[in-house]
């Protein structure tokens, strides 16, 4: 069995040899410790190979448009956050803080007053052809090569938020809605245009992201969530569909994400990530909606795969693999990325549990 049928297979809800499993980095981009810990046990072999991961990623070409554009909006020290390669393709500024990945979020749309304004912004290109010219033919050599293949087509609030300030836009939510919705249209279409360039090029998931949640629950009332985003990531959903109703949409929100679930079924989601058992009955959840979606993730990342044993972290794939994966549904993997305390022994165990045979 391929990579490829494991993986629609389970996703169908439909007995496997074995569960689908990858390290999420492997879609999203593999931290600085790491690619270092891989790279020193691997060897020349990458770790999707190593480990006979079950999915990998495409992305989009890069930009032609120059950063430069963003300078006056970045204030003045711009032109050294561009030469230092601080700025993305939208013109927010990540400033590493000096501890592991996190970094200061500055946002150019911080002190943009009126809607007008954002007709003005240099916006990204990611609705250009160009940035998509090769990746039906890189889809079509993983799938070749047996691969599952993921596209990652963005977020809608996260992004929002990233441009115009994480209070910022919660104060836009509560007492200025319209420029709200300017903006989260303005990102929502990009991640629009994005997911259906992916399901044309053949992927099998698209992975849409939005952080909407914490530990202990939404970081907005749901009614909120419902108004301002929900018709967003319904309107994505369908546009994959209608491009290509075998692609599977899988949905990324960290936290406790439960008192959206049963609208993100109703709107077509297939998967959910991360699932993070940190703060969510994984168990109940799957028992609850386990015949309507499917889970990505499930393995603790805050406490098993950094400091539990080898043999803790193999109860614990077993566990999920018992009570989650055997009906399928499951695409088992760490709940995010891993951190540098996680040690080699323990990435090891993880893919020698998930050997385990129905």
């Known amino acids: 069995m391929t990579s490829v049928d494991r993986v629609k297979r389970a996703l169908n809800h ?61 204030g003045p020290t711009a032109r050294d956050a561009i030469a230092n390669g601080l700025v993305d393709e939208w013109g927010v500024v990540r400033k590493p803080e000096g501890v592991h990945e996190l970094v200061r979020i500055e946002s150019p749309l911080r002190y943009l007053e009126g809607i007008a304004e954002l007709e003005k912004y240099p916006w990204p290109d990611l609705d250009k052809e160009y940035r998509f010219e090769s990746v039906a033919g890189e889809v079509d050599a993983l799938h070749g090569r047996g691969f599952a293949v993921v596209g990652y087509a963005g977020s809608v609030f996260e992004r929002a938020w990233y441009l115009r300030g994480f209070e910022q836009m919660f104060v836009d939510l509560a007492a200025n809605a319209l420029f709200a919705d300017a903006l989260l249209e303005r990102t929502a279409g990009f991640q629009r245009q994005v997911a259906v360039r992916f399901a044309k090029a053949g992927v099998d998931i698209v992975l849409l992201g939005d952080d909407i949640a914490g530990q202990r629950g939404l970081l907005m009332s749901l009614s909120t969530w419902r108004k301002h985003l929900k018709p967003h990531l319904k309107a994505t959903v369908a546009a994959v569909k209608s491009v290509n109703p075998d692609v599977f949409v899988c949905y990324h929100s960290d936290g406790n994400v439960e008192p959206a679930v049963p609208d993100l079924i109703e709107i077509g989601v297939d998967v959910l990530n991360p699932v993070q058992p940190e703060c969510l009955d994984v168990v109940g959840l799957h028992k609850k909606y386990g015949r309507a979606i499917c889970f990505w993730g499930t393995v603790s990342v805050q406490r098993t795969m950094p400091f539990a044993s080898p043999e803790q972290v193999k109860a614990e ?42």
């Not at 999203?28 to 020349?44: D, N, W």
């Not at 693999?321 to 993880?350: C, M, Q």
């Open 317 to 358: 794939v077993a566990h999920r693999i018992r009570t989650i994966g055997a009906s399928g549904g499951l695409i088992l993997s760490p709940a995010h990325r891993l951190g540098p305390e996680v040690p080699w022994a323990n990435i090891v165990a993880f893919f020698e549990a998930s050997e385990q045979q129905w």
């Open 14 to 74: 439909e007995q496997v040899d074995r569960v689908p499993r990858l390290l999420y980095e492997e879609v999203v981009g593999y931290t600085q410790p790491i690619a270092k810990l891989l790279a020193a046990h691997c060897g020349s072999e990458a770790p999707r190979d190593y480990f006979r991961m079950d999915l990998t990623r495409v992305l989009p070409g890069p930009t032609r448009l120059p950063r430069e554009r963003f300078e006056p909006w970045l």
